[in-house]
């Protein structure tokens, strides 16, 4: 162990992504749970944002891309929206490229999942200090930033 990485750092280091993962399961459980009574799931509400916003007409692809999912889990989880009247497809045959739109009802129904996460947030991050908050995100934006090098073919042996 280096002189300058205490023991403290070091578990730091061994520890952060495995406890932002452990964090990121968490909040979905607590999303989940919020929003059981409107009828969705994180995995259903969203592909509603992603919809919302977009710059223009969303196809399936696009939509899965977005989201890192295949296709056919898309095409599932776009049946149960269409079901429940959130979202509509329009203006193809093959509904791997028809455009997604969301209905009104689907709006509305985004409008009060928008309320429920905002609520959720205030309590999660209620006394934390704003440059605690903010130096957090620059630190986990740099760490997202030097994993997508890392994914890049040429970076293969930077974790070596």
Do not use: C, Y
Not at 80 to 103: N, S, V
């Amino acid at each position: 162990m280096p002189l300058s990485e205490t023991p403290p750092l070091l578990q730091a280091r061994q520890n952060m992504m495995f406890l932002m993962g452990q964090l990121n399961r968490q909040w979905r459980r607590v999303v989940d749970r919020r929003l059981r009574p409107v009828g969705l799931t994180e995995a259903t509400w969203l592909p509603l944002t992603r919809l919302e916003r977009a710059t223009g007409p969303m196809r399936q692809k696009d939509l899965a891309a977005s989201l890192g999912l295949d296709s056919s889990s898309v095409v599932r989880l776009l049946d149960g929206l269409e079901a429940a009247g959130l979202i509509e497809r329009a203006g193809h045959a093959d509904r791997r490229a028809k455009t997604i739109d969301i209905t009104p009802k689907g709006e509305d129904t985004l409008r009060q999942v928008k309320q429920l996460l905002q609520q959720e947030r205030g309590a999660l991050f209620q006394d934390i200090p704003e440059e605690d908050l903010l130096k957090a995100f620059e630190v986990m934006s740099l760490l997202g930033e030097r994993l997508l090098q890392m994914e890049q073919p040429d970076a293969a042996g930077a974790l070596a």
